[in-house]
T-cell receptor
Framework: AQRVTQPEKLLSVFKGAPVELKCNYS??????LFWYVQYSRQRLQLLLR??SRESIKGFTADLNKGETSFHLKKPFAQEEDSAMYYC???????????FGGGTRVLVKP | NAGVTQTPKFQVLKTGQSMTLQCAQD?????MSWYRQDPGMGLRLIHY???????DQGEVPNGYNVSRSTTEDFPLRLLSAAPSQTSVYFC???????????FGSGTRLTVV
């Protein structure tokens, strides 16, 4: 069965410091991975898809199939990046998304 | 486009009561899903639909019922509310396998 693990529940960094959110997955097929962000009491918003290989709000993520990881990185964190971040895995049939437990990022001034 | 609209935003139920959480999207998306969000557990899939008339169970379907009579609407019914169903519920839709999900703003449900 598919599984997504986000080992850090909380990441606290200072403004301007790099931030990396870890995501590991287990899935025997070809994965499709996403990062979603949820600002305080708001809806989840799509941040990144591994297929698009784009940078959004300075964030990037690379799919590493060998390590089954999809870590999210930003070189210089901003206070507005404080939010909850979820890694998600889409698996074939049924178009289901499996979410990790989430990582709360707190960027301190 | 309103996107994905969920109603109500907040609800308090007594144990044993039933209710329906509404979800509507105006983007003509085929795929719709219901998730519940609990602290430390991320989002867990309750039920999903790949098109009108087609629904299936997700990871935590017990105590919930869904139907998809139109492309636009995907209501979630709580048959007999229990305190364990206290959660934030999100509805999401997606155009197809090449796209990400669009989420609603959520319904915060408390069962006392």
């Amino acid at each position: 069965a598919q599984r997504v693990t986000q080992p850090e529940k909380l990441l606290s960094v200072f403004k301007g410091a790099p931030v990396e959110l870890k995501c590991n997955y287990s899935y025997s097929g070809s994965p499709e991975l996403f990062w979603y962000v949820q600002y305080s009491r708001q809806r989840l918003q799509l941040l990144l898809r591994h297929i698009s290989r784009e940078s959004i709000k300075g964030f990037t993520a690379d799919l590493n199939k060998g390590e089954t990881s999809f870590h999210l990185k930003k070189p210089f964190a901003q206070e507005e990046d404080s939010a909850m971040y979820y890694c998600a895995l889409r698996t074939g049939a049924g178009n289901k998304l499996t979410f990790g437990g989430g990582t709360r990022v707190l960027v301190k001034p | 486009n309103a996107g994905v609209t969920q109603t109500p935003k907040f609800q308090v139920l007594k144990t044993g009561q039933s209710m329906t959480l509404q979800c509507a999207q105006d983007m003509n998306h085929e795929y719709m899903s219901w998730y519940r969000q609990d602290p430390g557990m991320g989002l867990r899939l309750i039920h999903y639909s790949v098109g009108a008339g087609i629904t299936d169970q997700g990871e935590v379907p017990n105590g919930y019922n869904v139907s998809r009579s139109t492309t636009e609407d995907f209501p979630l019914r709580l048959l007999s509310a229990a305190p364990s169903q206290t959660s934030v519920y999100f509805c999401a839709s997606r155009a197809g396998t090449r796209y990400g999900y669009t989420f609603g703003s959520g319904t915060r449900l408390t069962v006392v």
